[in-house]
């Protein structure tokens, strides 16, 4: 009996390390890891306070507190819970992203692995990058989507994602990092364990624009793409981002 309950211990033991060692190989995980996020858990998933959602943001990201107090002088408030973010607008969403890209939507899949939740892969070819923290090269992004096939063979779709269009060119901001702690702090552990755990790098939205064919972004508001992309350089020079902007 003792040794079957040793064998068990040995075989849980080597099943969490060889987790472990797995979760190290995803650059995202490891990037959020060296800024200072760990994983803010006892017993498994918990819901969190206001304060710890927002120190758990800002670590995930790297900001040290002086970054963070240079932003808010610049009237972008950086924190974890969307509600308390302040005006939404292109400089709080540089801020928030840790890729942006100008590209076109290349194709639309629905993955198994993600259920019982309704998701979808939108994979987006990109031309440009205004902001780079991971080092990708150019060719697809994947960003997940709340969104897929329901049991009726209809597609749900969240009401504030987007519809996308397989050919259409966008401006996205997209995080790595808040995916990892939205699918932890939403207490979905098959989709946290399968992105730390995988090579890959995918995103959730922060926020998307359309761009038209005379360089005119459209959403909320009329924009020249010139414009937009000098007010994210103007954010990354304040957040002390090292990696000149790729158009």
């Given at each position: 009996?003792a040794?079957?309950?040793?064998?068990?211990?040995?075989s849980?033991?080597?099943?969490?390390?060889?987790?472990?060692?797995?979760?190290?190989?995803?650059p995202?995980?490891?990037?959020?890891?060296?800024?200072?996020?760990?994983?803010?858990?006892?017993?498994?998933?918990?819901?969190?306070?206001?304060?710890?959602?927002?120190?758990?943001?800002?670590?995930?990201?790297?900001?040290?507190?002086?970054?963070?107090?240079?932003?808010?002088?610049?009237?972008?408030?950086?924190?974890?819970?969307?509600?308390?973010?302040?005006?939404?607008?292109?400089?709080?969403?540089?801020?928030?992203?840790?890729?942006?890209?100008?590209?076109?939507?290349?194709?639309?899949?629905?993955?198994?692995?993600?259920?019982?939740?309704?998701?979808?892969i939108?994979?987006?070819?990109?031309?440009?990058?205004?902001?780079?923290?991971?080092?990708?090269?150019?060719?697809?992004?994947?960003?997940?989507?709340?969104?897929?096939?329901?049991?009726?063979?209809?597609?749900?779709?969240?009401?504030?994602?987007?519809?996308?269009?397989?050919?259409?060119?966008?401006?996205?901001?997209?995080?790595?990092?808040?995916?990892?702690?939205?699918a932890?702090?939403?207490?979905?552990?098959?989709?946290?364990?399968?992105?730390?755990n995988?090579?890959?790098?995918?995103?959730?939205?922060?926020?998307?624009?359309?761009?038209?064919?005379?360089g005119?972004?459209?959403?909320?508001?009329?924009?020249?793409?010139?414009?937009?992309?000098?007010?994210?350089?103007?954010?990354?020079?304040?957040?002390?981002?090292?990696?000149?902007?790729?158009?």
């Amino acid at each position: 009996m003792a040794t079957k309950t040793m064998i068990l211990v040995f075989s849980f033991l080597t099943l969490v390390s060889f987790s472990s060692a797995r979760a190290q190989v995803n650059p995202v995980y490891q990037r959020m890891v060296k800024n200072g996020w760990s994983y803010p858990f006892d017993k498994g998933f918990r819901k969190l306070t206001p304060t710890e959602i927002d120190s758990e943001f800002v670590n995930s990201m790297g900001y040290s507190a002086a970054t963070v107090s240079r932003l808010k002088k610049a009237g972008i408030r950086v924190v974890g819970r969307w509600k308390k973010r302040g005006p939404w607008d292109s400089k709080l969403w540089t801020a928030l992203s840790d890729c942006i890209v100008i590209g076109t939507v290349a194709k639309i899949a629905f993955p198994t692995w993600v259920r019982p939740f309704y998701h979808s892969i939108v994979y987006v070819e990109v031309d440009s990058f205004l902001r780079n923290d991971y080092g990708l090269a150019k060719g697809q992004v994947a960003v997940l989507q709340v969104s897929g096939p329901s049991s009726t063979g209809l597609i749900a779709i969240a009401p504030n994602e987007p519809r996308w269009t397989v050919g259409e060119r966008v401006l996205l901001y997209l995080s790595a990092s808040q995916l990892i702690t939205f699918a932890a702090n939403n207490d979905m552990p098959k989709l946290y364990n399968r992105l730390i755990n995988s090579p890959k790098v995918r995103f959730q939205l922060i926020d998307s624009e359309d761009i038209k064919s005379n360089g005119v972004v459209m959403n909320r508001k009329e924009k020249n793409l010139d414009e937009v992309v000098s007010e994210a350089d103007s954010v990354m020079k304040i957040i002390g981002h090292r990696m000149p902007i790729n158009r």
